[in-house]
Nanobody, 123 residues
Framework: QVQLVESGGGLVQAGGSLRLSCAAS????????MGWLRQAPGKEREFVAA????????YYADSVKGRFTISRDNAKNTVSLQMNSLKPEDTAVYYC????????????????WGQGTQVTVSS
């Protein structure tokens, strides 16, 4: 089992940057593919980015490609999401999640979830 705790959310102006971090418990963290997903008010949860167990492969939603970067440090049991050139439409609760052996690009592919962290981008 994996427990996940996100941090780093906040309020930022459009064009600004934020870095989200997710701390994972459990000795098996390095065997899990990880992802970030988000949910805006009144909308369904959507995929943002994912990374495989080694960090060698990354995947992004078209809406964030070129602006967001996902990374992981298996020695520290952490996964991060660097968000640049933020837009008001990026406003959402961001969730860190663990999918298992394979990368998932839909929310139903994730087994373990953090509690979420709010990101608000003002125009």
């Amino acid at each position: 089992q994996v427990q996940l705790v996100e941090s780093g959310g906040g309020l930022v102006q459009a064009g600004g940057s934020l870095r989200l971090s997710c701390a994972a418990s459990g000795r098996t963290f390095s065997s899990y593919a990880m992802g970030w997903l988000r949910q805006a008010p009144g909308k369904e949860r959507e995929f943002v980015a994912a990374i495989n167990w080694s960090g060698g492969s990354t995947y992004y939603a078209d809406s964030v490609k070129g602006r967001f970067t996902i990374s992981r440090d298996n020695a520290k049991n952490t996964v991060s999401l660097q968000m640049n050139s933020l837009k008001p439409e990026d406003t959402a609760v961001y969730y860190c999640a663990a999918s298992g052996r394979y990368v998932a690009t839909t929310s139903d592919g994730y087994r373990y979830w953090g509690q979420g962290t709010q990101v608000t981008v003002s125009s």
